[in-house]
């Protein structure tokens, strides 16, 4: 499960992952966000999966320019490539980032 945390208009707000054997849970918690705030973008978030071109998952998100956060304020649409090892999800490539 794919989720984000935090606030929102934060460098705190990420995106963070969760796995269990069922939809129904329980849910283990990730230690770590899988994405987070960096020098180019804040706070991604609203993470959907989909199924690229080539069969590959590709997890689209929206963060904000640094400088401009907060409600109103733009963000924008960005994707990541990811590559499932061990079942847990790992970012392998950026595009928009």
Same mark, same amino acid.
């Given at each position: 499960?794919?989720?984000?945390?935090?606030?929102?208009?934060?460098?705190?707000?990420?995106?963070?992952?969760?796995?269990?054997?069922?939809?129904?849970?329980?849910?283990?918690?990730?230690?770590?966000? &899988?994405?987070?705030?960096? !020098?180019?973008?804040? =706070?991604?978030?609203? @993470?959907?999966? %989909?199924?690229?071109?080539?069969?590959?998952?590709?997890?689209?998100?929206?963060?904000?320019?640094?400088?401009?956060?907060?409600?109103?304020?733009?963000?924008?649409? &960005?994707?990541?490539?990811? !590559?499932?090892?061990? =079942?847990?999800?790992? @970012?392998?490539? %950026?595009?928009?980032?």
């Amino acid at each position: 499960m794919f989720y984000s945390g935090s606030d929102f208009s934060t460098r705190e707000y990420g995106i963070g992952v969760a796995v269990s054997d069922s939809p129904l849970g329980p849910f283990e918690k990730m230690p770590e966000p &899988l994405l987070g705030s960096n !020098d180019k973008w804040i =706070g991604p978030g609203h @993470p959907s999966l %989909a199924t690229g071109t080539y069969g590959e998952p590709i997890l689209f998100f929206h963060a904000y320019v640094p400088g401009h956060t907060g409600y109103k304020q733009f963000r924008a649409l &960005l994707c990541v490539v990811l !590559d499932f090892q061990s =079942g847990l999800p790992v @970012p392998i490539s %950026a595009r928009d980032l």
